[in-house]
């Protein structure tokens, strides 16, 4: 019986990455030209070699209840306050992060991983009402991001962005049963980043690092580290009127993503003063190079995150290698 249980924790958790890479695929690869797809191909093989030897890779774990309800009652709030409250979907959801950071603090029987789950339940509230216009769709996106967040905790633990692959692999399976029955919304627009690349390389090398320091130094846990300095940037951008309440949409986007790079652990990183940065601004490269086909879908932020990540991790441990002598 023990056999059969791993064999299936195996096999389930081989299912989970390879739609991640599916993601990817579509996400990174499909509309790139010939030089963006050497790119892609550089950073990609990085990320491959990063996952290889992350040999702590765990497995699947058995489902938790209360995590699909937790992502439930997150998604709930952070589409009202998309659809109803007309807030920026970056602002929505780091508003709901933070109020679930701080409320796994304060609310007794709560722990502090159920932190985890309320966040990936907020990224699917903020898929675009063009991607899926009917609430019921996001919820039982919101309950699948949630069963896939709890099965999957024990797997590539301390990782940033696997709440937001989660999220994304959830909102992608359930825009696909919504299309096959005529439901699905024409899709939203990718954003436009190509002229922003040196304000959102500098975000990712900003945001990244400040996440680590809040999350992990300041001890303000991944969550919260990630979601409050978000929201702020997001506050300030949309007070604005100048340059960053015009590009508002972009460089919200950038920060958000790049502060997932922030909430991966220290024990991930080999030198996270140089690593972090590098991530932060692998990960606004990769923006600058996402597809149509998952735009407005809860996630994508996150997905990104991970590639960079774990290119980045992949580097370090290439660099690691050469610098150990040879054996004599």
Same mark, same amino acid.
């Given at each position: 019986?023990?056999?059969?249980?791993?064999?299936?924790?195996?096999?389930?958790?081989?299912?989970?990455?390879?739609?991640?890479?599916?993601?990817?695929?579509?996400?990174?690869?499909?509309?790139?030209?010939?030089?963006?797809?050497?790119?892609?191909?550089?950073?990609?093989?990085?990320?491959?070699?990063?996952?290889?030897?992350?040999?702590?890779?765990?497995?699947?774990?058995?489902?938790?209840?209360?995590?699909?309800?937790?992502?439930?009652?997150?998604?709930?709030?952070?589409?009202?306050?998309?659809?109803?409250?007309?807030?920026?979907?970056?602002?929505?959801?780091?508003?709901?992060?933070?109020?679930?950071?701080?409320?796994?603090?304060?609310?007794?029987?709560?722990?502090?991983?159920?932190?985890?789950?309320?966040?990936?339940?907020?990224?699917?509230?903020?898929?675009?009402?063009?991607?899926?216009?009917?609430?019921?769709?996001?919820?039982?996106?919101?309950?699948?991001?949630?069963?896939?967040?709890?099965?999957?905790?024990?797997?590539?633990? =301390?990782? %940033? #962005?696997?709440? @937001?692959?989660?999220? *994304?692999? !959830? &909102?992608? $399976?359930?825009?696909?049963?919504?299309?096959? /029955?005529?439901?699905?919304?024409?899709?939203?627009?990718?954003?436009?980043?190509?002229?922003?690349?040196?304000?959102?390389?500098?975000?990712?090398?900003?945001?990244?690092?400040?996440?680590?320091?809040?999350?992990?130094?300041?001890?303000?846990?991944?969550?919260?580290?990630?979601?409050?300095?978000?929201?702020?940037?997001?506050?300030?951008?949309?007070?604005?009127?100048?340059?960053?309440?015009?590009?508002?949409?972009?460089?919200?986007?950038?920060?958000?993503?790049?502060?997932?790079?922030?909430?991966?652990?220290?024990?991930?990183?080999?030198?996270?003063?140089?690593?972090?940065?590098?991530?932060?601004?692998?990960?606004?490269?990769?923006?600058?190079?996402?597809?149509?086909?998952?735009? =407005?879908? %809860? #996630?994508?932020? @996150?997905?990104?995150? *991970?590639? !960079? &990540?774990? $290119?980045?991790?992949?580097?370090?441990?290439? /660099?690691?290698?050469?610098?150990?002598?040879?054996?004599?």
């Amino acid at each position: 019986m023990a056999q059969r249980t791993t064999t299936a924790r195996w096999a389930h958790f081989v299912l989970l990455w390879l739609g991640v890479a599916l993601v990817i695929d579509v996400s990174f690869w499909r509309h790139q030209s010939a030089s963006g797809r050497v790119v892609i191909a550089l950073i990609t093989a990085l990320a491959v070699w990063g996952i290889a030897v992350t040999t702590d890779a765990g497995h699947l774990a058995r489902l938790r209840l209360e995590d699909p309800l937790l992502a439930l009652a997150a998604a709930s709030a952070s589409l009202t306050l998309l659809r109803v409250a007309h807030l920026s979907p970056v602002l929505s959801a780091t508003l709901v992060g933070v109020v679930g950071a701080l409320a796994v603090r304060r609310v007794r029987g709560v722990q502090d991983y159920h932190g985890a789950p309320i966040y990936a339940g907020a990224f699917v509230g903020i898929t675009s009402p063009l991607v899926l216009p009917h609430v019921a769709w996001l919820l039982v996106a919101s309950v699948g991001a949630g069963a896939l967040w709890s099965i999957s905790r024990e797997a590539w633990v =301390g990782i %940033g #962005g696997k709440m @937001g692959s989660m999220s *994304l692999l !959830a &909102v992608v $399976a359930t825009s696909s049963l919504a299309h096959l /029955v005529h439901q699905r919304g024409p899709g939203a627009s990718a954003l436009a980043t190509h002229s922003l690349v040196g304000a959102m390389v500098v975000i990712g090398a900003v945001a990244a690092p400040l996440t680590y320091w809040l999350a992990h130094r300041r001890h303000w846990g991944a969550v919260l580290g990630s979601a409050a300095p978000t929201a702020a940037w997001s506050l300030v951008v949309a007070l604005s009127h100048s340059y960053l309440h015009d590009h508002g949409d972009v460089l919200t986007y950038v920060w958000f993503g790049a502060s997932f790079v922030g909430m991966t652990a220290p024990t991930r990183w080999r030198s996270p003063r140089v690593a972090i940065p590098i991530a932060g601004v692998v990960f606004s490269l990769l923006v600058v190079r996402f597809g149509p086909y998952l735009a =407005g879908m %809860g #996630g994508t932020a @996150g997905i990104t995150a *991970l590639v !960079a &990540v774990f $290119a980045v991790r992949g580097v370090e441990s290439a /660099v690691a290698r050469r610098k150990v002598p040879p054996a004599t």
